[in-house]
């Protein structure tokens, strides 16, 4: 983003928004679903991608191991082709006009829509122990992540879309009461995206919560250790390497192998017919470790030089917040708070 883009949205180029947590090594669910989509967005739309810190302390996490996450996250990013000379790429806790504009948009915000959100009923159902109030309003700090920018679109996986559309109700609510000034966000569901189940239990997603190493891919896991989880992937007791109904564990390695080779399910079809499982996972194990190489070597060059992710962090978190200021000056001025000089 240039200067001259921060006094207005430009007509030509929509501007995007998303958010990940930073809660331990993504996964190649998190990459083919997510991330990886996030890379070619950057040639159509002005990128904005931010590290949600803020969001990951409503649940439990130590303060070192949050620190340490979030630094891997941004250099994980990095690594999966987030260019700075296209899009800003910043942690969230650096810029504080979203948690000021989530307070804001609190009293816009209903207790009986957030009570309704799918992912507080099954957090606190998981941690009985520590339901916060954060936790609760998780969805209305997501929303001001991306009013306070005006995003047009916003990639999200499936499981988010409930928390997108109370951002869109909130906004229109917000508009309606004090006059136009939010853009109303659209959903964006990348045609590349797709669902990656589990490797032990293909009728799971696959998540970084699982407990069974084998069952996920982590995109920084080694050549060999992608071949052995593959190798040892779940699937049935037949032998023809075909999607469809009832074959989850091979209609799973097919989208895996699809995703990261670009080739179509057909054309993967044709390619291992009459071939059997194992020689299908090895080579599954193989496309999807060479093409996690160069992630991986990029992010070890990262990760060693905290410097050059200090410097890319401070001054993406520094453009950010002058954009994002004068969407919550205008805010603060709709709602009749009394301008200020201090800032
Ligand atoms: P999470 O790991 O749940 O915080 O999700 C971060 C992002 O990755 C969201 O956009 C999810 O929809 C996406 N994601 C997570 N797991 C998968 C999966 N197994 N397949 C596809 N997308 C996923
Ligand atoms: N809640 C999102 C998730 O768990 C992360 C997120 C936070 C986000 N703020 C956002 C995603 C804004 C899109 C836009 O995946």
């Known amino acids: ?22 809660t331990g090594t993504f996964t190649l669910g998190n990459y083919i679903g997510a991330i990886r989509n996030w890379k070619p967005l950057q040639e159509e739309y002005r990128c904005i991608y931010c590290v949600v810190d803020e969001h990951a302390i409503t649940v439990k996490i130590d303060p070192a191991k949050l620190r340490q996450k979030t630094l891997e996250a941004y250099a994980q990013l990095l690594a999966c082709g987030i260019d700075l000379e296209k899009s800003l790429l910043f942690i969230q806790s650096h810029v504080p006009t979203h948690a000021q504009l989530s307070w804001v948009l609190n009293c816009s915000a209903q207790f009986g829509e957030l009570s309704r959100m799918t992912q507080f009923k099954d957090k606190s159902q998981k941690h009985p122990e520590d339901i916060n109030a954060g936790l609760f309003d998780y969805p209305v ?100 390497i075909k999607f469809q109904e009832g074959k989850d564990g091979i209609n799973n390695l097919l989208t895996i192998y699809s995703a990261v080779t670009g080739k179509s399910i057909q054309d993967a079809e044709k390619e291992f017919d009459g071939q059997g499982y194992g020689t299908f996972k090895l080579a599954v194990g193989e496309a999807v470790a060479d093409h996690l190489a160069p992630v991986r070597e990029e992010y070890a060059k990262l990760i060693a030089d905290k410097a050059y992710l200090k410097e890319c962090y401070t001054r993406c978190g520094a453009e950010a917040l002058r954009y994002s200021q004068r969407i919550l000056n205008k805010v603060y001025r709709k709602i009749g708070f009394v301008a200020s000089e201090i800032r």
Do not use: W
């Open 141 to 240: 700090l997501m929303a001001a992540d991306i009013l306070v920018y005006n995003a047009d679109l916003v990639p999200v996986g499936a499981d988010q879309m409930q928390h997108l559309e109370l951002a869109r109700t909130i906004a229109r609510r917000f508009n309606s009461r004090y006059g136009e000034l939010f853009t109303v966000p659209e959903g964006y569901v990348s045609p590349l995206g797709a669902k990656v189940m589990s490797l032990q239990d293909p009728t799971k997603k696959m998540s970084k919560s699982d407990e069974n190493p084998n069952a996920v891919i982590l995109i920084l896991d080694d050549k060999d250790t992608i071949i052995r989880k593959c190798k040892r992937a779940v699937t049935d007791s037949g032998s023809e």
């Open 1 to 22: 983003m240039s200067e001259q883009h921060t006094e207005q949205k430009p007509e030509q180029k929509k501007l995007i928004f998303s958010g990940i947590q930073p």
